[in-house]
């Protein structure tokens, strides 16, 4: 299902906006990346749905789990990327301690930055 895209377009220029002003994003919302596309989609976890940021904005369906993928979950924050965080098949419902390593954009340096953080796939 495509969303409109003038709709699409608002909601990615506020998204934007806020973290140009400063302003740290919403509890509910998280940036996923998929590593071997490099597809960074957005996951609005209150509707419970994905929208893809690229040339053009896509509604897809609900993220339920990934199985053998690699992703991110990446939450920016003062030019920091939170990776390497392996997801296999993790029930919807239930919550699990899962590892983060923090990544600078700037050097690329890898640096331990949050361990056991807990959130629902």
Same mark, same amino acid.
């Given at each position: 299902? @495509? $969303?409109d895209s003038a709709a699409a377009e608002t909601g990615h220029r506020r998204h934007l906006e806020s973290f140009a002003s400063g302003t740290p994003p919403t509890n509910s919302t998280l940036f996923?990346?998929?590593?071997?596309? *490099?597809?960074?989609?957005?996951?609005? @976890? @209150? +509707? %419970?749905?994905?929208? +893809?940021?690229?040339?053009? *904005? *896509?509604?897809?369906s609900r993220v339920r789990s990934t199985q053998r993928e690699s992703i991110v979950i990446v939450k920016k924050f003062e030019l920091q990327i939170l990776t390497n965080l392996h997801v296999l098949d993790l029930p919807e419902s239930e919550k699990h301690? @899962?590892?983060? $390593?923090?990544?600078?954009? %700037?050097d690329n340096s890898k640096?331990?930055? +949050?361990?056991?953080?807990? *959130?629902?796939?």
């Open positions: 299902m @495509l $969303m996923l990346i998929r590593y071997r596309t *490099f597809e960074v989609v957005e996951v609005c @976890l @209150l +509707a %419970q749905s994905v929208v +893809a940021e690229s040339i053009n *904005f *896509f509604l897809l301690n @899962l590892g983060i $390593m923090s990544v600078c954009e %700037q640096t331990i930055r +949050a361990t056991g953080m807990k *959130f629902g796939m």
